[in-house]
T-cell receptor, first 113, second 110 residues
Framework: NAGVTQTPKFRVLKTGQSMTLLCAQDMNHEYMYWYRQDPGMGLRLIHYSVGEGTTAKGEVPDGYNVSRLKKQNFLLGLESAAPSQTSVYFC????????????FGPGTRLTVT | LAKTTQPISMDSYEGQEVNITCSHNNIATNDYITWYQQFPSQGPRFIIQGYKTKVTNEVASLFIPADRKSSTLSLPRVSLSDTAVYYC???????????FGKGTMLLVSP
């Protein structure tokens, strides 16, 4: 049982490049989330999904897109990376909407130059 | 979501009990109080959640007074490995609204 995994762990992009971050969970959770964390800040919600085929915007969705084609996977895409998107990205999942217990992945450190 | 206020940092020594207080004056009737722990270079980890009075698990206790305008996370006999950032979150349980503030950086020294 790996829990929540994220790929890749590190990535450096040039401004304007695109990339996709992959999140996978093996706990059969319905809900999945993408957050970003900047130095000295708490986590901010980018997008989330309440089930396969659904997505919704969080607090800071601009510049990102997501897809949830399979229940266990949640993809975060950057179509045209900007230096402001340099951050650590965390994926999380939860089994229910009646709890705030979310399970987080190890994070992806992204640098945009 | 109710706004939370917690100390930016706290210092302690090994073996001591640590109490971190969080203020949430505008907490709503349906809101729960949740605490997370985050170590450097790791994702946050759920510690405890409660609605009123006292909740205890193997890691911590959560004390919530009757007016629910504040809460206290209590860590018994801390060790060096408890050095981390602790986040207090308040909101109605649901999938869309986990909002993390800046948290409290707890430093445990020998």
């Amino acid at each position: 049982n790996a829990g929540v995994t994220q790929t890749p762990k590190f990535r450096v992009l040039k401004t304007g490049q695109s990339m996709t971050l992959l999140c996978a969970q093996d706990m059969n959770h319905e809900y999945m989330y993408w957050y970003r964390q900047d130095p000295g800040m708490g986590l901010r919600l980018i997008h989330y999904s309440v089930g396969e085929g659904t997505t919704a915007k969080g607090e800071v969705p601009d510049g990102y897109n997501v897809s949830r084609l399979k229940k266990q996977n949640f993809l975060l895409g950057l179509e045209s990376a900007a230096p402001s998107q340099t951050s650590v990205y965390f994926c999380a999942s939860s089994y229910s909407s009646t709890t705030y217990e979310q399970y987080f992945g190890p994070g992806t450190r992204l640098t945009v130059t | 979501l109710a706004k939370t206020t917690q100390p930016i940092s706290m210092d302690s020594y090994e073996g001591q009990e640590v109490n971190i207080t969080c203020s949430h004056n505008n907490i709503a009737t349906n809101d729960y109080i949740t605490w997370y722990q985050q170590f450097p270079s790791q994702g946050p980890r759920f510690i405890i959640q409660g609605y009123k009075t006292k909740v205890t698990n193997e890691v911590a206790s959560l004390f919530i007074p009757a007016d629910r305008k504040s809460s206290t996370l209590s860590l018994p006999r801390v060790s060096l490995s408890d050095t981390a950032v602790y986040y207090c979150l308040v909101g109605e349980t649901g999938y869309s609204t986990l909002t993390f503030g800046k948290g409290t950086m707890l430093l445990v020294s020998p």
